[in-house]
């Protein structure tokens, strides 16, 4: 089965903001007269690659369990973990005394 993973509103607008607030100071570097006109090719440039970096790395969010992955997990966790459980036939006891 696939999952999609959730995307919390807050991070994403984090992020969002991270990598918008240099790409609008670059373009207004840019269209301003008074301007500093490289370092606003700079902030476009820099704000371009981490959005594109970003997004190649966050989308698609999804991911996949299969029915052999899953029964295997939920064997192994109910496995018993230690010797005095396996003793035991699962449940451990304290020692009293």
């Known amino acids: 089965m696939i ?5 919390d509103t807050w991070l994403v607008a984090l992020v969002a903001g991270v ?3 240099p790409l609008v100071i670059g373009y207004v570097n840019l269209v301003a ?3 500093n006109f490289r370092l ?5 440039s820099c704000s371009v690659l981490i959005g ?3 997004l190649l790395l966050a989308y698609p969010l999804y991911y996949e369990i299969t029915p052999y992955r ?19 036939g699962g449940v ?6």
């Open 19 to 21: 990598i918008l607030i």
């Open 92 to 97: 451990a006891h304290p020692k009293i005394g």
């Open 33 to 35: 007269s008074a301007g």
């Open 70 to 88: 899953l029964n295997h997990s939920i064997r192994h966790s109910l496995a018993p973990t230690n010797t005095a459980q396996r003793n035991q």
């Open 52 to 54: 594109g970096v970003t």
């Open 3 to 7: 999952y999609h993973s959730k995307k």
């Open 40 to 44: 606003g090719w700079i902030l476009l």
